[in-house]
Nanobody
Framework: QSPLVESGGGLVQPGGSLTLSCAAS????????IGWFRQAPGKEREGVAC???????YYSDSVKGRFTISRDNAKSMSFLLMNNLDAGDTGLYYC???????????????????????WGQGTQVTVSA
């Protein structure tokens, strides 16, 4: 089994909500920063939100105020609550885990290519009427 497994994607109407889940296994979840990334067709993968080991968070400007990232260390899971979805949120959503110094959380979250430890397979989110 992959160390990270995403779930919760689907088809949702504009203005709707979804909650994505990321289940981790095989490593000590508490020590790892979790990132959520997405890739739309024809576009590069981008950082959406990240949460550090102490609960510090970062959101991209495009989702700030609409998305909420969280983690449950006891369950080795991370969640991405997505509200007020629009067509621009359509894409394949991935969670990733890496060891990240909190002082560089923002920079690392903006650079998906710098995450080279654990990646999930992705879950599709489609926002359409």
């Amino acid at each position: 089994q992959s160390p990270l497994v995403e779930s919760g994607g689907g088809l949702v109407q504009p203005g709707g909500s979804l909650t994505l889940s990321c289940a981790a296994s095989g490593f000590t979840f508490d020590y790892w920063t979790i990132g959520w990334f997405r890739q739309a067709p024809g576009k590069e993968r981008e950082g959406v939100a990240c949460i550090g080991t102490s609960g510090d968070t970062y959101y991209s400007d495009s989702v700030k105020g609409r998305f909420t990232i969280s983690r449950d260390n006891a369950k080795s899971m991370s969640f991405l609550l997505m509200n007020n979805l629009d067509a621009g949120d359509t894409g394949l959503y991935y969670c990733a885990a890496d060891l990240v110094n909190p002082r560089v959380l923002v920079g690392r979250c903006r650079a998906p290519s710098s995450w080279d430890d654990y990646w999930g397979q992705g879950t599709q989110v489609t926002v359409s009427a």
